[in-house]
């Protein structure tokens, strides 16, 4: 600890004391550090946590300041006995929070019917573009098969070869008329098979692992162990002197009227001043359309 304490550059601010604060606590040299601030990676830190109080002598914390506390412990019954310890010994604010650890795993959605050998490939075409080229694909295999058949074929010298030639031959240049209208319209065969061409070659200069889509997922279990942080705070001890300061700023008990508030007889009044201006309206109301009503029947 020494030695990382000095590779960190932080002698001087980093102090190391080695003891059991289960039985000494944690004053130094017999003196209170001031700590605002404690952090207990123990077995048992409610043992600990008794020394950690401002009742009934000298205590480490610092007396004017508020005192922060965060325990770590891998078990929920070591964590009900440190808030219990907490609470009785004068502690506020307690809360906990639980650490849970859980891996995120990511990779590509690869999908396409580019790579049908491949694991965890979605097998339905990205878009139109790359079903429109599939099909390209099998029309230039088919035609390569099919012309290894008719030559062979032909060499063989069976008979009615050239009409099947002919009928394949037909198939096909309506198969790739058709293909070709869906990708391009009025394109030429030349063009198509260059854009082909084209494409494949761009396939292949793409790398595997930049293909697809990435997503993330978390791990269905959880697999390692969880634990749990409890935090709490410790105000300073409220004295006479702080008490006497109080009542000399906030008064108590020689209010004249309830504070925030009016008092019993000026609401009363407050609300007979409310009726009474009402009347006078509804009064003046009544008036002007009797004056009105008047003048109307002397018309």
Known sequence: MAEEIKSHSLQGIVQIRHRDVYREGFMVDGQSPNATAVFLDLPAPWKAIQHLSRRGGASPLDPKRTAYI???SPCIEQVTRTVNELRTLGWVDVDMVEISQRRLNITRERVGVNLPNERGNTQTPADVLEAVTKLRKV???NKQFQSKQL????GGGRPGSAAAAESTEMDIDSSAAVSDAT?????SNTHNHQSDNATEAADDQEKPFM???LVHRSEPDLKTHTSYLVFALLPPEWTDEDEAKALAKWPCGQESKVIGNLDKQARKKEKREQLESR???RKANNDTQAKVTN???TA
């Open 139 to 141: 029309n230039r295999q």
């Open 183 to 187: 990708s391009h319209g009025k394109d």
């Open 279 to 281: 009347s006078k309206k």
């Open 70 to 72: 965060c325990t770590f």
């Open 295 to 297: 003048t109307a029947t």
């Open 151 to 154: 030559a062979q074929n032909n």
């Open 211 to 213: 293909q697809g889509r």
